[in-house]
């Protein structure tokens, strides 16, 4: 497996040996030891799946007081997926970093503890699989608006406009946020 650093102590894109030949393929999609190595000391005590339609935009979300780092992979479909440091001790606050994960590059995204994720599903519709260093607390749970300008963040908005659940459209801009020390 290949890991790439997005930034010191932040996200991490890693690309997965395939071993593949007629009768399909093989990966390797976690390794506690590598991924120790290059993301840093985390336990999981979560798996999540979950399934959006074409043209849904979930996020920026993130908890407060149980930040949860995410180690996410896309089984089916495409997703263009975005992390936000809210880390205001980091050189980096503030910063968006985005990927494309798609179940054709077999990709695997680490968004560490202290950054809202988000994704936008590309096409008909997406299915992810991930990893959660914490457990949910709706109740801790924080909404970074999707898209305010001060972030940057050039999503691929198909025509239409994406879809976006009621708490999504009353995400707050990164000033109004709570951050992270």
């Not at 959006?52 to 997926?81: A, E, M, N, T, W």
Request: aromatic share 12%.
């Amino acid at each position: 497996m290949e890991f790439h650093t997005l930034a010191p102590d932040g996200p991490v894109l890693m690309v997965p040996t395939l071993h593949g030949d007629a009768r399909g393929f093989f990966m390797e999609t976690f390794r506690q030891n590598e991924f120790a190595r290059h993301c840093g000391e985390h336990l999981f005590v979560q798996d999540n799946q979950s399934r959006s339609r074409g043209r849904v935009l979930r996020g920026l979300h993130y908890q407060l007081r149980q930040p949860q780092g995410k180690l996410l992979r896309v089984i089916s479909g495409s997703v263009f997926d975005v992390a936000v440091d809210l880390r205001r001790s980091s050189p980096a606050f503030g910063r968006s970093y985005a990927v494309v994960l798609d179940a054709e590059a077999h990709h695997i995204f680490w968004v560490p503890p202290g950054f809202a994720h988000g994704f936008l599903v590309l096409g008909d519709g997406a299915e992810f699989v991930y990893k959660c260093t914490t457990y949910y607390a709706p109740d801790d749970e924080c909404c970074l608006k999707w898209d305010d300008p001060s972030l940057g963040i050039d999503w691929p908005v198909p025509e239409g406009g994406p879809i976006l659940s009621e708490k999504d459209t009353r995400g707050l801009p990164l000033a109004q946020c709570p951050t992270f020390a």
